[in-house]
């Protein structure tokens, strides 16, 4: 014989969460953000980095 299924425990957040939902909609994807400050590399490229980019 298979076993009940156990209730879930009723949490606040959730519910408030799904009638949030219901009356003002589902919140936009999130989007992801590009590094503003990204690093610039310590070293100038060597001339055999330089010229197997370029093949």
Known sequence: MARKK???RFRAFT???ELA????????A???VVEKKK???KHKPT???L?????
Not at 21 to 28: F, I, K, L, S, T
Not at 51 to 55: D, I, K, M, T, V
């Open 6 to 8: 156990k209730a879930k």
């Open 51 to 55: 010229l197997s980019e370029g093949e």
């Open 47 to 49: 001339l055999e980095k």
């Open 39 to 41: 690093k610039p590399e």
């Open 30 to 32: 999130g989007q992801v």
């Open 21 to 28: 939902r219901e009356r003002v909609g589902a919140p936009p």
């Open 15 to 17: 519910a408030v969460k």
